[in-house]
């Protein structure tokens, strides 16, 4: 054997010339197909019992899948026992179809139709494998051994659907799959479908499911879906066929290998919820699902409540959903870092200046309320947050309005203590920074008592009198009053009175951040120092000009400290 890489047969890949996929759109949904019951039972460490099967079941029929793979029930009495219970137990919607699995083997189709008597919807899958090395490694035939193997079990499917459809009134459909179809030779999976279409009779009206399986993920995407179109311009009668997916996710692809394969003809996809199957799983419905919703194609399925869907799944079968999982992850809507986060504010303050149709918001591709998100913090706080992303937070989580100027002098606090506690902080600990910063600080100054009156003419100087009492570092209180034409030029006047002078007013801004009889006002003050430097402060009262009162007062106590 050679070593390394170089023991690996790379994957030969068609000769096409005139392929069309590539500037076909995606413009609706495709069927769906559920196999969270079979294939994705399988592959769990501790496979799901009856309530949970029926649990899941349920489940999938909520978010609207219509087909749903319930097992292989000429496998196991469990599998058997199982769907029986959603038959005889009415756990079946009557617009649901359950599909059962089934080899191409006599007593195993036979044993399949006892297990549906009953059922009003059904899809038989039967299937055999047709793969070179399969061919070469396993069964040791040729290809004309596999297409008898297939020829003979769609027979016995047809004969025994006919007297099934008679006796029961059932609608029976069939499905097909060519095991292993990507390790297929293109022109041997057109030979046995093709013999198999015919052998059970598939017309316009009665069409047959021929599902194209990439049992192992074994080439690249767009390799996939040339074998896909090619099979649909070779495939005799392809009218009377329905061509499904059932991709597998070695490579990592299994998402790109469904889409592409959407472009190049296919109608229907096989898969399961967040992906879960043998080795590294199948196609995962959500992911797909959700792909077709952000390029505003519905996809049929509801997945508003994604933060749910994914505790069940995770309760019933006992695996993880990983943090970075597309759509469905803790994290996947959330930034930590500065320049990302400054741009999902920037985009969250464009949407409420200027509405529009349409979601824009950068780093977001989804609106996260449309799985159920609203509630969760788009925007974490940690040591490599920016400026943004701290007055983000104090914003969504409560309401506080920071103006621009006061992010950098903010955001650097936030971080101070980030670096300090050495891990993610919460939005009460921003909070908790805030007011400790600004809102509850404590300084040199206190005001003690205060009181406006508005003395003369409205339009001349002097239209509002402050007074009041100060005091400084526990001193005695001291009397102030002051006159000006508002009230905080009102109070800078007072203040000359105990010595504070030559700060300059810059900017002010005020939001209500409650409503009720209970509103409360927050004042934002930046003021000029005699030096200079730009100091921000903060006030809150019932009173708006109390808060500019004191947010005067906490940037000058946070400059002289």
Not at 265 to 288: K, M, P, S
Not at 542 to 557: D, E, H, P, T
Request: negative net charge; charged residues 25%; hydrophobic residues 35%.
């Amino acid at each position: 054997m050679k070593p390394g890489h170089q023991k690996y047969i790379p994957f030969a890949p068609i000769e096409k010339k005139d392929r069309r996929w590539p500037s076909h759109r995606l413009t609706q949904a495709p069927t769906w197909c559920s196999v969270d019951l079979r294939d994705g039972n399988q592959a769990l460490i501790n496979p799901m019992n009856l309530s949970e099967k029926l649990e899941i079941f349920q489940l999938l029929c909520d978010i609207g899948i219509k087909e749903i793979e319930v097992g292989f029930p000429s496998a196991s009495e469990t599998e058997y026992s199982i769907l029986r219970e959603l038959i005889d137990g009415g756990h079946i919607p009557d617009d649901v179809t359950i599909q059962v699995l089934v080899q191409a083997r006599e007593h195993l189709i036979r044993k399949t139709f006892e297990a549906i008597d009953g059922a009003k919807n059904v899809i038989l899958h039967f299937y055999n494998s047709t793969s070179t090395l399969q061919r070469k490694v396993v069964f040791r035939t040729d290809m004309q051994g596999v297409v008898d193997i297939a020829v003979e079990g769609a027979k016995l499917v047809r004969a025994l659907g006919e007297e099934f459809r008679a006796r029961t009134g059932a609608n029976l459909r069939y499905e097909y799959s060519p095991e292993s179809y990507m390790g297929t030779e293109p022109d041997n999976a057109v030979w046995i479908c093709r013999r198999v279409m015919e052998e059970l009779g598939a017309d316009e009206n009665n069409k047959l499911i021929l599902n194209l399986p990439s049992t192992v993920e074994n080439c690249l995407p767009n390799q996939f879906a040339d074998l896909i179109e090619y099979f649909c311009d070779n495939l005799p009668n392809r009218n009377h066929a329905i061509i499904s997916l059932h991709p597998h996710n070695d490579r990592g692809t299994a998402t790109a290998t469904a889409e592409l394969g959407l472009l190049a003809g296919a109608e229907r996809v096989e898969g399961t919820l967040f992906g879960n199957g043998e080795r590294t799983g199948n196609c995962d419905i959500i992911t797909l699902g959700m792909n077709f919703y952000t390029q505003a194609v519905d996809p049929q399925l509801d997945f508003t409540d994604i933060g749910n869907i994914r505790q069940f799944y995770e309760r019933v079968t006992k695996m993880h959903v990983h943090e970075r999982h597309p759509y469905a992850g803790d994290l996947v809507f959330t930034a930590f870092s500065g320049s990302h986060q400054d741009a999902i504010n920037k985009g969250h303050e464009w949407m409420a200046e200027h509405g529009g149709d349409y979601w824009e918001i950068p780093y977001l591709p989804l609106d996260p309320a449309d799985v159920g998100r609203q509630y969760e913090p788009v925007v974490r706080i940690n040591s490599q947050s920016g400026k943004g992303g701290a007055a983000f937070v104090m914003e969504q989580a409560f309401g506080y309005r920071i103006p621009k100027a006061m992010h950098p002098e903010f955001g650097a606090a936030v971080k101070r203590y980030c670096d300090k506690v050495g891990r993610e902080i919460s939005p009460e600990e921003v909070m908790t920074i805030f007011r400790s910063e600004y809102a509850e600080r404590e300084g040199l100054y206190t005001l003690l008592s205060h009181k406006f009156s508005e003395e003369g003419d409205p339009n001349e100087e002097g239209f509002v009198r402050f007074s009041g009492k100060i005091q400084r570092n526990g001193d005695p209180a001291m009397e102030i009053t002051g006159d000006g034409n508002g009230p905080i030029d009102a109070f800078f006047h007072a203040l000359e009175m105990v010595g504070i002078t030559g700060y300059r007013f810059v900017d002010y801004s005020e939001h209500a951040i409650s409503v009720g009889a209970d509103a409360r006002g927050v004042a934002y003050i930046q003021l000029s120092s005699p030096t200079g430097k730009a100091l921000f402060g903060v006030g809150l009262s019932q009173n708006i000009n109390y808060a500019a009162v004191r947010g005067v007062l906490c940037a000058i106590n946070r400059g002289l400290a």
